[in-house]
């Protein structure tokens, strides 16, 4: 059976340069194209579905009215995921201040479920959440970065140098780094039976 | 195959695995078969704690802030017309009006106010001290000679000047007090400019103030 004809998509280029010139629909088509994208690494890095969408929201205001330093050597797609991986970090330390600071007030910012509509499901994948993420905070924040943008977009080596702007060979050792780091890291008891 | 080639093709996608070669290998060594036990088991684990895609509210209610804020900002801002600004991130130029930057920066001017009253009060102190090392009084006993004292004591008897809106780190290096414009401070092979200023003061044999 022949596939629908798909659509012709307007290149990145084009709704960059509509988008620099305040074309509304040109920075929507942008944001539906990558926002999942972001999403996805804000979580990864925060671990906390809320953060990651306030810090998918910052980045993209910094992306569209920074529009004017992007260069287009590397494509609009990475250069947003670089402004979201710097504004997660920068949000994660601005977290760990709040949270030393609401020690003394008895709150808690620790990750909350969010999203589920199955209670069980979203018990047991916080659960396992919570292990995947202590393995995580051994990492320090490049190394993690690095690994979320190989593990959770499938990014090439070539891709993560780019977004990054770091050589190829760095981020290979991240990667073995981050797998030596998590695997040592990871317990393994509670994650008998996993399927 | 030997166990670090291994090692290398388990980190690769599994498309570019050279399958036949890393189950032979595999077979034969245990250590790398439970690596790769391993590594299958946290790959089920990433699987398993993928997000959700946020319901089409969250995107929508995203979408109309991040419209608000970009119809209430200015034109889009070109390299040339760039403000310096230390602790951007990519593109963080353009958001000078934030509220979170802003409550930074606010936090910032704190620690510079602390810091800047703690200086105060070492600069009396270390007048006094020199002072009357002038009128030969003994040295402390670990230090019997004056190059010592001159090597490990901050020279403060210079000014620091310090312009309207400049972000400075002043901090001692062994001998001399450093004034560093951390606006001039680049952020280095794309890494983030706070790690700069975090090891400036890692550093420091003694931090003295931050200012803006």
């Known amino acids: ?71 287009g050597r590397s494509g609009f797609r990475y250069w947003l995921l670089r402004i979201v991986g710097n504004t997660a970090l920068d949000w ?32 047991h994948q916080q ?14 924040p490049k190394i993690r970065t690095t690994f979320v943008l190989f593990a959770e977009l499938g990014l090439s080596y070539k891709e993560i140098a780019e977004t990054q702007d770091i050589p190829i060979g760095t981020v290979m050792s991240r990667i073995n780094a981050a797998r030596e780091k998590l695997q040592q890291n990871l317990d393994w008891e509670k994650l008998k039976g996993l399927e | 195959m030997r166990c670090d080639e291994a090692m290398r093709e388990l980190n690769l996608p599994s498309d570019d695995r050279d ?5 032979h290998h595999l077979a034969e060594c245990e250590a790398c078969a439970r ?20 319901p089409t509210e969250s995107w929508d209610r995203l979408w109309s ?33 934030s509220s979170p930057i802003t409550r930074s920066w606010r936090g910032l001017a704190a620690i510079g106010l602390v810091g800047l009253a703690q200086a105060a009060a070492l600069v009396p102190a270390v ?19 004056p190059d010592v004292v001159q090597r490990t004591a901050p020279s403060l008897d210079s000014e620091i000047d310090v312009e309207w809106g400049q972000v400075l780190l002043i901090r001692s290096d062994g001998p001399k007090v450093e004034k560093i414009d951390l606006a001039l401070l680049e952020a280095s092979n794309g890494e983030d400019p706070w790690y700069d200023l975090f090891n400036s003061v890692e550093s420091a044999s003694t931090f003295l103030a931050m200012t803006e």
């Open chain 1, 1 to 71: 059976m022949l596939d629908a004809p798909s659509s012709v998509q307007t290149p990145d280029e084009i709704l960059v340069r509509r988008a620099r010139e305040r074309d509304a629909v040109a920075r929507e088509e942008l944001f539906q194209r990558y926002r999942e994208d972001a999403y996805r690494v804000a979580y990864r890095l925060l671990g906390h579905e809320q953060d990651a969408l306030d810090v998918v929201q910052e980045a993209l205001i910094k992306a569209f009215l920074g529009l004017g330093d992007f260069d």
């Open chain 1, 92 to 123: 994660g330390r601005r977290r760990i201040r709040r949270t030393i600071l609401n020690i003394g007030n008895g709150r808690s910012d620790l990750p909350e479920p969010a999203f589920h509509d199955d209670p069980a499901r979203g018990l």
């Open chain 1, 127 to 140: 659960d396992l959440r919570r292990v995947l993420d202590k393995a995580l905070d051994h990492l320090s």
């Open chain 2, 19 to 23: 399958d036949r070669a890393l189950a």
């Open chain 2, 35 to 54: 690596w790769a036990e391993h590594a299958a088991g946290f790959s089920r684990l990433w699987d398993a704690t993928r997000p959700l895609d946020p």
């Open chain 2, 65 to 97: 802030s991040v419209t608000a804020r970009l119809d209430h900002s200015g034109p889009v801002t070109t390299p040339d017309s760039r403000p310096e600004n230390p602790f951007a991130s990519v593109g963080d130029a353009a958001l000078q009006h």
């Open chain 2, 127 to 145: 007048n006094l001290y020199w002072n009357t090392s002038d009128k030969n009084v003994q040295p402390p006993r670990f230090s019997t000679s």
